[in-house]
């Protein structure tokens, strides 16, 4: 009984860490994508004043 319970623990800790990390991939995806729509508006902006 002992030994299933250190089983649980290190089946727990693991997927507790892979939710973490999912979980950090996707704040940083954000991000991300924030920081590229934000470059593209720049590079719009820059266009659109070269044809004027």
Do not use: C, P
């Not at 996707?26 to 070269?50: A, H, M, P, V």
Request: proline share 0%; aromatic share 12%; net charge positive.
């Amino acid at each position: 009984m002992g030994s299933t319970i250190y089983l649980f623990a290190a089946f727990s800790l693991t997927w507790s860490i892979i939710f973490i990390y999912i979980l950090s991939m996707l704040k940083r995806q954000k991000t991300l994508e924030i920081r590229i729509d934000r470059l593209s508006e720049i590079i719009d902006d820059g266009r659109k004043r070269k044809t004027n």
